[in-house]
């Protein structure tokens, strides 16, 4: 499924936190969404979840705006791994990722031999099958974190959004995740902030900077240490590492440059010699 937003923008209390941002995410593509801390990345995931209705600009998946789409139709096209969803209850981790069948399900159809083998199914690929009859609350972080993405996969979406999904994970399952994600037939948008993970699992990169799409490409444009410094704020090179996957060096921070949206600082007035304030 194609997902392509088109001058769109967020606001709250006055604030700009996603503007005139213009992507298009083919079918099968797996896209990263990079940038640094508030720079707008969970925001515009929501808008174009359809969990947020933007501002300004249309959110549209194969072409057809989803503006008017009941949240049931959304979810049947999309699945949204959120930042830290909490699932406060008593369930299992079984049924923790049946949740993933609920836009399917209706009044007259109970949850039936086909919703349990979806969930089988995405319990095994994330590596829970031994978990499923476990109490949710017993979980570690990394493990809720693979059955939130695990309810994801049930849901059978033609697309999935994930916002940062490996924060809890350990290595492993980090690659094994993003593998996961590449792998798919499913569109993918993934929100990280490990710009090497980011390069050597994803098509494409997307790079945010104070709520505006700032680049566009495959990750070795992307990634550049002018780009890098300037948005990131750090001084880094690129370049192939042992394996010839391009991977990010990391030298130190650079000095804060002034952000274009931003009014210039100030310049310090001098006291004079005699002021008397
Ligand atoms: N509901 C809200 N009310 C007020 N400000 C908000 C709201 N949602 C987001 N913001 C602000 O918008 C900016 C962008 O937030 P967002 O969570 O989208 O950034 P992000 O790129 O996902 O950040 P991070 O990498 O830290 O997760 C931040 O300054 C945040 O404080």
Excluded at 193 to 221: E, F, I, N, T, Y
Aim: glycine share 10%; charged share 25%; hydrophobic share 40%.
């Amino acid at each position: 499924m194609r997902i392509t937003a088109e001058g769109l923008g967020w606001s709250v209390a006055g604030k700009r936190v996603v503007a005139d941002v213009n992507l298009d995410v083919a079918p099968g593509e797996t896209v990263g969404l990079i940038g640094p801390n508030g720079s707008g990345k969970s925001s515009l995931l929501r808008c174009l979840a359809g969990l947020r209705a933007p501002t300004t600009g249309t959110v549209a998946y194969d072409r057809e705006p989803i503006r008017r789409w009941s949240t049931r139709r959304v979810a049947r096209h999309v699945a949204f791994v959120e930042q830290a969803t909490e699932t406060e209850s008593d369930l299992r981790v079984a049924d923790v990722v049946g949740l993933g069948r609920t836009p399917f399900g209706d009044r007259w159809r109970g949850f039936g031999a086909d919703d349990r083998a979806v969930v089988d199914a995405a319990l095994a690929r994330l590596g829970l099958t031994e978990l499923r009859e476990r109490p949710w609350k017993a979980l570690s972080g990394g493990e809720r974190q693979r059955a939130h993405i695990a309810r994801a996969l049930a849901q059978q979406p033609y697309a999935i959004l994930l916002d940062e999904p490996t924060n809890h994970l350990d290595v492993k399952h980090q690659l094994e995740l993003l593998a996961l994600l590449a792998d798919t037939d499913q569109t993918v948008l993934v929100a990280l902030h490990d710009l090497s993970l980011a390069a050597r699992h994803c098509d494409r990169l997307l790079l945010m900077h104070g709520g505006r799409l700032v680049a566009d490409g495959p990750p070795k444009d992307v990634l550049t240490p002018r780009l890098l410094a300037e948005v990131f704020e750090v001084d880094a090179e690129t370049g192939p590492d042992a394996l010839g996957n391009l991977t990010v060096t990391y030298r130190g921070v650079v000095a804060a440059p002034a952000h274009p949206d931003l009014p210039p600082a100030p310049t310090p007035v001098q006291k004079r010699h005699g002021d008397l304030s």
